[in-house]
Nanobody
Framework: QVQLAESGGGSVQAGGSLRLSCAASGYTVRRSMGWFRQTPGKEREAVATITKSGGSTYYADSVKGRFTISQITAENTLILQMDSLKPEDTAMYYC???????????????????WGQGTQVTVSS
């Protein structure tokens, strides 16, 4: 059974940085993966995604140039490096994995079938 566990969240001042990690277990075939975020009362939105080959990455317009998604393949770990953080980045951040047959990495919640429990990121002004 595929399991995802996020870590690295915390509180930071605006302009600061955080590095989120997502440890994946329970599968041997690589999957396209992504980071999403959600605030109370709002829909979960895509932040960044990466294809299972690692060859393509996609970003929400709101984070382009500030966030970087990557994989440490040997460790089955997904990374989200967040720089120049803004108060509006405050949210619960979730890691997600797509079905193994998918080769693309859509910026759409419905594309992903496995989710972690989330890690909170709080950015103060």
């Amino acid at each position: 059974q595929v399991q995802l566990a996020e870590s690295g969240g915390g509180s930071v001042q605006a302009g600061g940085s955080l590095r989120l990690s997502c440890a994946a277990s329970g599968y041997t075939v690589r999957r396209s993966m992504g980071w999403f975020r959600q605030t109370p009362g709002k829909e979960r939105e895509a932040v960044a995604t990466i294809t299972k080959s690692g060859g393509s990455t996609y970003y929400a317009d709101s984070v382009k140039g500030r966030f970087t998604i990557s994989q440490i393949t040997a460790e089955n770990t997904l990374i989200l490096q967040m720089d120049s953080l803004k108060p509006e980045d405050t949210a619960m951040y979730y890691c997600a994995a797509a079905p193994s047959y998918e080769s693309d990495a859509a910026l759409s919640r419905s594309f992903y079938s496995v989710w972690g429990q989330g890690t909170q990121v709080t950015v103060s002004s």
